[in-house]
């Protein structure tokens, strides 16, 4: 089970770090992934993370900006968002994958979900 927290309202250029607690099932197992869904648009990657932290890719959009990292001890992901921009509003997700799974770009792929949390970037 994910829980995502953190998100908010900020203006642009300002910085906000959302947080997903996971419980359940060895952490360290899965394959870690956020995702967004703006209003009338689909849901759409944004960077994904593997078992060990080791490996991490960003949607082209949020690369320089946006860091993902993760805490297995804690089972926690977080993405740190930086120089936010009102096109980054949206509810985030943080997804994982099926324990050993590797890490993908694909919305499908990914097995389970948490509830989202909303990011609001006002101009």
């Known amino acids: 089970q994910l829980q995502a927290s953190g998100g908010g309202l900020v203006q642009a250029g300002g910085s906000l770090r959302v947080s997903c607690a996971a419980s359940?099932?060895?952490?360290?197992?899965?394959?870690l992934g956020w995702f967004r869904q703006a209003p009338g648009k689909e849901r759409e990657f944004v960077a994904h993370i593997s078992r060990s932290g080791g490996v991490a890719s960003y949607t082209d959009s949020v690369k320089g900006r946006f860091t993902i990292s993760r805490d297995n001890a804690k089972k926690m992901v977080y993405l740190q968002m930086n120089s936010l921009e009102p096109e980054d509003t949206a509810v985030y997700y943080c997804?994982?994958?099926?324990?050993?799974?590797?890490?993908?770009?694909?919305?499908?792929?990914?097995?389970?979900w948490g509830q989202g949390t909303q990011v609001t970037v006002s101009s």
């Open positions: 997804a994982g994958r099926r324990p050993w799974g590797v890490v993908t770009m694909v919305t499908r792929e990914y097995d389970y």
């Open positions: 359940g099932g060895t952490f360290s197992r899965y394959a």
